[in-house]
């Protein structure tokens, strides 16, 4: 696998194209993948960005889930998520174990295109959005689409995920 990220991106983008909700693919610098960087850079909302955080239960098997979160809230791993995925503790899965998950690099992590035996969770907050900026795939662009998209998906539960506005 290289680590452009173009095949996941072009993974993602044809998860996208089958939503059919209209999205936009922005290139971007990948040394501004990270969220609160591209914002800044882009002249984004920090309001308008969401983060797909994949987490995991501590105990073996580890069992997996990926959470989308506003970029101004936090994910509420110790009661919500742990709730859902009925383990006693969780935590934030290591960089290694994202990309070996996914495929994809911390800064370019997005909910389309996971492996299909994946849960996916979306916080009620972002729902609320017009539109969201998520990650593509790849740190080299972002893809901004409106929450209907994440509402699409196979299989997602939208509850709510998150502490703070």
């Known amino acids: 696998?290289?680590?452009?990220?173009?095949?996941?991106?072009?993974?993602v983008l044809a998860v996208l194209d089958?939503?059919?909700?209209?999205?936009?693919?922005?290139?971007?610098?990948?040394?501004?993948?990270?969220?609160?960087?591209?914002?800044?850079?882009?002249?984004?909302?920090?309001?308008?960005?969401?983060?797909?955080?994949?987490?995991?239960?501590?105990?073996?098997?580890?069992?997996?889930?990926?959470?989308?979160?506003?970029?101004?809230?936090?994910?509420?791993?110790?009661?919500?998520?742990?709730?859902l995925l009925d383990a006693a503790k969780v935590s934030f899965a290591s960089a290694d174990e994202t990309r070996g998950l996914t495929g994809m690099l911390i800064g370019g992590v997005t909910v389309f295109a996971l492996p299909a035996d994946l849960p996916i969770y979306v916080d009620d907050k972002v729902m609320a959005l017009e539109w969201a900026i998520l990650g593509s795939g790849s740190r080299s662009s972002k893809v901004r689409v409106s929450p209907e998209a994440l509402r699409r998906l196979p299989g997602v539960q939208v509850v709510p995920l998150s502490v703070g506005g």
Do not use: W
């Open 18 to 83: 089958g939503l059919g909700v209209p999205y936009e693919l922005q290139p971007i610098d990948p040394a501004f993948a990270d969220t609160a960087a591209y914002c800044e850079r882009y002249g984004v909302p920090l309001e308008h960005a969401a983060n797909t955080i994949i987490v995991a239960s501590k105990k073996e098997p580890r069992r997996y889930a990926a959470c989308v979160v506003k970029a101004t809230t936090r994910l509420d791993v110790n009661r919500a998520v742990r709730r």
């Open 1 to 11: 696998m290289s680590d452009d990220g173009a095949e996941v991106e072009r993974r």
